[in-house]
Nanobody
Framework: QVQLVESGGGLAQPGGSLRLSCAAS?????MGWYRQAPGSQRELVAG???????NYADSVKGRFTISRDNAKNTVYLQMNNLKIEDTAVYYC?????????WGQGTQVTVSS
């Protein structure tokens, strides 16, 4: 019954910035962002644990920042200094007590 609504994807130039948003319809935990590039497996980009700590992929540390608004059940991903290698479909993730939910995915393309 939980739905995740993503926004903010699009086209950016190398060195540019994008901000992704994901809003959940109900109370969820451990929200985060994954991505899947062509020919690659889905990987964690940034996420919150249930305890409130953050995890980042080594490839995005120092460039991406995850934040959240608990009252709105919304998580954000600020992406700065984008690289061509960041091109992927980005998926929002959230957990309930019973299952894991995924957003529809939003395309991020970094190109000159």
């Amino acid at each position: 019954q939980v739905q995740l609504v993503e926004s903010g994807g699009g086209l950016a130039q190398p060195g540019g910035s994008l901000r992704l948003s994901c809003a959940a319809s109900g109370i969820v935990y451990a929200m985060g962002w994954y991505r899947q590039a062509p020919g690659s497996q889905r990987e964690l980009v940034a996420g919150f644990t249930r305890g409130g700590s953050t995890n980042y992929a080594d490839s995005v540390k120092g460039r991406f920042t995850i934040s959240r608004d608990n009252a709105k059940n919304t998580v954000y991903l600020q992406m700065n200094n984008l690289k061509i290698e960041d091109t992927a479909v980005y998926y929002c993730k959230a957990d309930t007590m019973s299952r894991r939910y995924w957003g529809q995915g939003t395309q991020v393309t970094v190109s000159s």
